[in-house]
């Protein structure tokens, strides 16, 4: 148990569906973060939010949709995917943002298994 | 740009075999080193670290040592176990990015045979 819980676990969905991922942590930590893991790829950032302001968003296609209501939950909202948009998003949280002056560590959800039929 | 290279899996060993996961980096100045694991149906966890060149970052008999000459982050076990049976990912925070980047490699899967 890493203080990060991710819902749904998996979710299936169709091209013009609309389904939001959630993502809470319970560790009184500043920074949230979303990841897209994809086989054989390196985990890729999508978006940053410290104190609840976006402070990265990596040229993520708009139809995936980040809010951050309070420091302590995060939602990645998601309109008319693609089928390679399919992967694991894991849900991130670090104690302040993570930064070349500090050596934060990220504490990761189990991630949401995401199927774009 | 910054980036991590991982060497490719799967690795599959014998319980008792010696460890040793290849990691190269590139970054301007003088980034923090990290090792993550992810078990299967979880999400990743940190494992180790290592802040400066020549550090040695260590936990539960995994080590690896910032090499800076080499640019490289091995991660070493001297006898691995069933129970170790995961992906490691390598990872870098960028020196200069203020804005919560940790770049991650690409992954490098082990599986441990009784």
């Known amino acids: 148990e890493t203080g990060v819980t991710q819902t749904p676990r998996h979710l299936v969905m169709g091209m013009t569906n609309k389904k939001s991922l959630k993502c809470e942590q319970h560790?009184?930590?500043?920074?949230m973060y979303w990841y897209k893991q994809s086989a054989k790829k390196p985990l890729e950032l999508m978006f940053v939010?410290?104190?609840?302001?976006?402070?990265e968003n990596n040229s993520v296609p708009s139809r995936f949709s980040p809010e951050c209501p309070n420091s302590s939950h995060l939602f990645l909202h998601l309109h008319t995917l693609q089928p390679e948009d399919s992967a694991l998003y894991l849900c991130?949280?670090?104690?302040?943002?993570?930064?070349?002056?500090?050596?934060?560590?990220?504490?990761f959800g189990e991630g949401s298994r995401l199927t774009v039929l | 740009g910054n980036s991590v290279t991982q060497m490719e899996g799967p690795v599959t060993l014998s319980e008792e075999a010696f460890l040793t996961i290849n990691c190269t980096y590139t970054?301007?100045?003088?980034?923090?080193l990290f090792w993550y694991v992810q078990y299967p149906g979880e999400g990743l966890q940190l494992l180790l670290k290592?802040?400066?060149?020549?550090d040695k970052g260590s936990n539960k008999g995994f080590e690896a040592t910032y090499r800076k000459e080499t640019t490289s982050f091995h991660l070493e076990k001297g006898s691995v176990q069933v129970s170790d049976s995961a992906v490691y990912f390598c990872?870098?925070?960028?020196?200069?990015?203020?804005?919560?980047?940790?770049?991650f490699g690409q992954g490098t899967e082990l599986s441990v045979k009784p």
């Open positions: 290592a802040t400066k060149a020549d």
């Open positions: 990872a870098l925070s960028d020196p200069w990015n203020q804005g919560g980047k940790l770049i």
């Open positions: 560790l009184g930590h500043n920074a």
């Open positions: 939010y410290s104190l609840e302001e976006r402070v």
């Open positions: 970054a301007t100045g003088y980034p923090s």
């Open positions: 991130a949280s670090s104690q302040e943002l993570v930064s070349g002056t500090n050596t934060g560590e990220l504490f």
